[in-house]
């Protein structure tokens, strides 16, 4: 008897429906800025203005127009956290796939480099990479990216172990194809299903530890984010000024994009349990 | 013990390598290692800028200079910050009392409340009072700490006045200080009980899987009595190293969220060393911060021993 | 053994329990009905996968929440697949028991024997656990375990040792009727020997009921006062020990003991039908060698004559 029967979401299905839905408008919004943006978020006009219908969420200091600067934000924190997100499901694909192919000796030694990793206290190292480099966001999402793999690593190690030892595997091992070929056509693809929910947790990380570093002050000054916003709202005045309209609106869509990505995660992990079930 | 010996061993070697790392960092990146050692905006003359540089050793080979960074860290000596004209070390000190004061209860309260609530919300979840707990705390898990104290800080204590704007204390009085560290404490044991609360949540959701479970409840055990007699202490322990390692994670917040609250704790002291670019400070501030990480997992390891019959018997 | 004296303590009726699962609906039970005597021990056997567990299951109500059980099940006069999960568990463990397979994973692999065994002491009889234990380790002892067992951990036994900890934690509290639930399942021949020895003891000390669920018929033949057969969901034969192992009605049941090892392992030929589509009419009929036109048709479970009674003779066919 398998008590997996019992559906214990942490939300119903319709919920991951709607995160899908929210997932996408804001990579929409990233795409299609230019169009949605009524305004270049970088033309002046009057400074602090309250939110009208002329400017939907106002003006900051410099008079530039906080909706359309909303809209164009997407587009750094969006390619910060995607970015870091495939650098580090790359590394740790990679990783796992040859520590638990080849097992023995190369494992010890490939997860003996992600343990150390995984004591990295990351975000006062990103902290301190910025702080001497101050980078552009590329190399924010680089620098993430080096750091994240770890948990991925672990995970697609665990389920090479398995799938080598499975009949088609072994078939392919005897027919004589390279190791090379068995990890990259053989394994890889089944074990898809399990990158991506690790890859979007990654990308969810990667958000807020962007988010965190802009509000510090070391994200890309070229570049609008969102966290940056917050941090010019946060030492400009905004916050003390009480205007909500300049720092709520972009934390709000970072939470609200963290919570999506993290929903259609776990929508795939139950999936991926519902499919165990039939077997 | 052979086994602890290895564990202990692999942390040290972490250790090592991660203060080696630190070692590397101000003389690999771009500009003037001098600069990167002392931090920008020291105003020096020609003269004590080669005095210093033979001072700090940078005209020897880096071999040497590996050797003398180790003499100095064995010596609890992390540098000198010009900015501060105090050795890094003291002035740590005089701040990590203050974030610990604000991180160790929260990190105390988060892991009871995190992982008791989640382990409720993985049994089950059919009252609408579980749903709103499971969203509040997703809410939570995907809010950056810092816009969470934001958030806090401008409810709490801008609108409705409830506990002070800034700092540890104003007076300095055991109450006082209590009163500042309220909401903060609070923001932080949110924080963390939301990432305890879903690590724990999937470790009990897979756990109650198991045969035990279905034969406690074929022993007569009702209900929660299972979740609590048999299926806590089992979803827990798989989960205690991933908790310690969330600990770097937790803790990083603990300095977000300090700087939301003007608390002079490490937070704040990473954040003014970051506008002046003091960088002794910083590496200072990383080394401590990776001692206490790797420390947590150390005392997650210990803990687990203890704690799983399965690893100590043997 | 004169099984017609003896009053039944349980009674299944129509119980039926289907699945819903995405490639359609698994009916797994399919009315089901049997009587249990006191002080009788009665097999349900039949392959793996014919639903006998979930028979078992379905009685304490142990079936995941997305079983749809039908039919009644009597224990004291009540219906007890209406209760709820509070009287269930009184019920479970103090007044039924149930020894499952696979016993190393079903002892909590970190909590001390004695405490695993004290546990229904505790729970049903509210007796302080510095005693119970104390009452554990005697129970243990009466079933011929060391004293240090104990404070032992599952993961420090064997196999057989745990089955034999976990018969004795089903049976501290002398339960009316023992489920047995395929407990030499996995076992080796030696070990399960030792299981079927140890669940005569019970059977033979306790005065308990027993439902004894299994695909092991030389273990039946040895332990069972009765045997019902299954076959996809449904008993189609029952009666009597000895009638059914030398007499056997059913063409099911002929094939089964066929595969007996003094009979010479004969296979049954063709393969068990899935439980999502099974077959119209009697379910054995397009494996069954004496099929007929009228097989197409659902046959009655039909009692033969002159076998009226607690060792009452019934057969699902239509030769009959």
Redesign the interface.
């Known amino acids: ?8 979401r ?2 119903p299905t319709n919920t991951s429906l709607c995160s899908l839905v929210l997932f996408l408008s804001f990579l929409l919004m990233a795409l299609l800025a230019p169009v949605i943006a009524p305004y270049d978020p970088y033309i002046r006009f009057e400074p602090y203005r309250s939110p009208s219908l002329e400017h939907l969420l106002g003006t900051n200091d410099l008079g530039n127009d906080i909706f359309s600067e909303l809209i164009y934000s997407s587009r750094v924190s969006l390619i910060v956290g995607f970015g870091a997100a495939l650098m580090a499901t790359i590394i740790g694909t990679v990783i796992g796939l040859f520590a638990g192919y080849f097992k023995g000796t190369p494992d010890e030694i490939l997860m ?1 480099i992600t ?2 990793f ?8 990103i ?3 910025a ?3 101050m980078p552009s966001f590329y190399l924010i999402a680089l620098i993430m990216g080096s750091l994240w793999w770890t948990s991925t690593a672990r995970v697609v190690r665990s389920k090479a172990l398995q799938i080598r030892e499975t009949s088609f595997v072994e078939a392919a091992r005897s027919l004589g194809f390279s190791d090379m070929h068995i990890i990259f056509s053989d394994i890889l693809p089944n074990i898809v299903h399990v990158i991506t929910p690790k890859f979007l947790m990654a990308i ?1 990380s990667a958000m ?1 530890a962007e ?2 570093i802009s ?4 994200g890309d000054p070229t570049a609008k984010s969102w ?1 940056m916003m ?1 941090n010019f709202a ?1 030492i400009r005045g905004g ?1 003390i000024n ?1 205007y ?1 309209w300049w ?1 709520l609106p972009p ?1 709000i869509c ?2 609200l994009f ?2 999506s990505v ?2 259609i995660s776990y929508a795939f992990e139950e999936s991926e349990e ?1 499919a165990l ?2 077997e | 013990m052979s086994i602890a010996g290895k564990k202990i061993g ?2 040290l ?2 250790l090592f ?2 203060f080696s790392m630190n070692f590397i ?2 003389r690999a ?3 003037d290692p001098l600069t ?1 050692l002392l931090g920008e905006d020291v105003a020096l003359t020609d003269s004590t800028v080669e005095l210093l540089r033979s001072e700090m050793g940078l005209d020897k080979p880096w071999s040497e200079q590996y050797i003398d960074y180790w003499w100095g860290i064995l010596h609890l000596d992390l540098g000198y910050s010009y900015h501060l004209h105090s050795a890094v070390s003291t002035i740590l000190l005089s701040r990590i009392k203050w974030t610990l004061m604000l991180s160790l209860p929260s990190v105390v309260l988060g892991a009871l409340l995190g992982t008791f609530m989640g382990a409720l919300a ?1 049994w ?2 059919r009252s609408a009072r579980r ?1 709103m707990e ?2 509040s705390f ?2 939570i ?7 969470l104290s ?2 806090c800080l ?1 409810i709490f204590s ?1 609108r409705l006045g409830l506990f002070p704007l800034k700092g540890f204390y104003s007076t300095g009085s055991p109450i006082d200080i209590i009163h500042h560290l309220l909401l903060p404490v609070l923001v932080m044991t949110l924080f963390s009980s939301s990432r305890n609360y879903m690590i724990m ?1 999937g470790s009990v ?1 897979q756990e ?2 198991n045969l035990y ?2 034969f406690a409840r074929a022993k007569g055990l009702y209900d929660e009595e299972i979740l609590f007699r048999h299926i806590f202490k089992n979803a827990l322990l798989p989960i205690i190293t991933m908790l310690a ?1 969330d600990f ?2 937790i ?2 917040g603990a ?2 969220i300090e ?1 939301v609250f003007s608390m002079d704790g490490m937070g704040n002291l ?2 003014d060393a ?2 002046s ?1 003091d ?1 002794p400070v ?2 200072g ?2 080394l401590i ?2 001692v206490m ?2 420390s947590a ?1 150390l005392l997650a390891d210990i803990l687990y021993g203890h704690l799983d019959p399965r690893v100590s018997r043997y | 053994m004169s099984s017609s004296k003896k009053r039944p303590i349980l009674g299944v009726d129509e119980l039926s329990v289907s ?1 819903q ?3 359609g609906e698994v009916l797994a039970a399919d009315e089901v009905s049997f009587r249990l005597h006191e002080d009788e021990t009665l097999a349900l056997v039949g392959e793996t996968g014919c639903g006998k ?1 979930v028979v078992a ?1 379905s009685i304490l109500q ?6 749809e059980v039908h039919g009644q099940v009597v224990f004291e006069g009540r219906d007890i697949l209406r209760s709820d999960e509070r009287e269930m568990s009184h019920i479970r463990g103090s007044k039924i028991a149930v020894i499952f397979q696979n016993p190393s994973m079903s002892l909590n692999p970190i909590i001390r024997v004695g405490e695993q065994v004290a546990e229904p002491l505790q729970v049903h009889r509210g007796i302080p656990r510095h005693r119970s234990v104390q009452m554990a380790l005697d129970h243990l002892n009466r079933m011929g375990l060391r004293g240090d067992t104990a404070i032992m951990y599952p993961f420090q036994f064997s196999g057989g040792m745990n089955q034999r900890v976990m018969i004795a934690t089903s049976m501290i509290l002398s339960p009316q009727i023992i489920i047995a639930d395929e407990p030499t399942k996995g076992l080796d021949d030696a070990l399960a020997r030792d299981v079927v020895s140890e669940v005569m003891k019970i059977r033979d000390s306790s005065g308990a009921a027993l439902l004894l669920i299994t695909h092991d018929l030389q273990m039946a033949r040895d332990v069972s006062d009765r045997v019902a057969v299954m076959y996809c969901g449904q008993i189609v034969e029952m009666g009597s020990r000895d009638d059914i192992f030398e007499n056997p009605q059913h063409p099911y049941t002929a094939a089964l003991l066929n595969c007996l090892p003094e009979k010479g392992f004969q296979p049954i030929p063709g393969s068990s039908p899935s439980m999502i589509h099974s077959p119209d009419g009697c379910k054995f009929h397009p494996r069954c060698q004496k099929r007929f036109e009228r097989c197409r048709l659902r046959p009655p479970m039909e009692v033969l004559a002159g076998t009226k009674g607690a060792s009452e003779r019934q057969v699902r066919c239509w030769l009959r």
């Open positions: 008897m398998n008590c997996r029967h019992i559906k214990n942490l939300l003996g343990d150390i995984l004591m990295i206290p990351q975000i006062p190292l902290i301190i990479l702080a001497f480099l969810a807020i988010s965190s509000f510090l002050g070391l966290g917050i946060f916050f009480d909500w720092y934390g970072i939470t963290v919570l993290v929903l519902a079930r039939i | 692999r942390y070697f972490a390598l991660i960092i101000p990146m771009p500009g990167n993985g089950k979840r749903k499971a969203s997703l809410m898990y995907c809010t950056p700490p810092f816009f934001l958030m401008y801008f949540r959701l109650k899987c479970a279905a390692l770097g994670f803790f990083s300095l977000f700087i990473i954040y970051l506008m670019r960088y910083l590496q501030s990383f911060i990776t990480v790797v997992n | 699945f699962t995405s490639l567990s299951s142990l079936l995941p929440k997305n079983a």
